[in-house]
């Protein structure tokens, strides 16, 4: 964690962790979200696509010129929140081993979403 701190972002609010999105910047200038998340009592109120904005500016100041993101092929609420931010969403057989489909998301940067 240390090593990509300044692309791991937190939404810290009085009554505690609101969310939270880490990820990293790859050599090929690729900024890949590893996990984003919402507490339950903030869904549905643009904190997820207000963390995606921030992580986005992180990352074009490291390179990226564009983003990636994985999730279960069964997670049908991350495959909607990334579609309505913009992202590209593909089902890639195998991708995680012989059997083992993902969704896979990829957009381009900059990310006017917000
Ligand atoms: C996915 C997640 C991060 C979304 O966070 P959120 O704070 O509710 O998202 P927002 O309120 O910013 O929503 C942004 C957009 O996505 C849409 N969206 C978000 N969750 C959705 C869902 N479950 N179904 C359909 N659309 C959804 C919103 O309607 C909104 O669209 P709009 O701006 O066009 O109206 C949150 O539901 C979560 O933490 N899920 C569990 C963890 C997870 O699955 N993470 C992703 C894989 S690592």
């Known amino acids: 964690m240390q090593e990509f701190g300044s692309t791991c972002l937190v939404a810290r609010a009085e009554?505690?962790?609101r969310g939270y999105i880490f990820g990293f910047v790859t050599p090929g200038g690729t900024g890949?979200?590893?996990l984003i998340a919402t507490r339950d009592d903030a869904r549905g109120t643009g904190l997820g696509r207000r963390l995606y904005t921030a992580f986005?500016?992180?990352?074009?100041?490291?390179?990226?010129?564009?983003?990636?993101?994985?999730?279960?092929?069964?997670?049908t609420g991350s495959i909607a929140f990334h579609r309505s931010l913009g992202f590209d969403a593909k089902i890639v057989d195998d991708y995680n081993g012989h059997g083992l489909?993902?969704?896979?998301f990829?957009?381009?940067?900059?990310?006017?979403?917000s």
């Not at 986005?56 to 997670?75: F, V």
């Not at 990829?106 to 979403?113: K, T």
């Open 15 to 17: 009554d505690g962790i």
């Open 101 to 104: 489909a993902m969704a896979v």
């Open 32 to 34: 890949y979200v590893h």
């Open 106 to 113: 990829h957009r381009d940067l900059p990310l006017n979403i």
């Open 56 to 75: 986005a500016e992180a990352a074009e100041r490291h390179g990226a010129r564009q983003l990636k993101a994985i999730t279960s092929i069964e997670n």
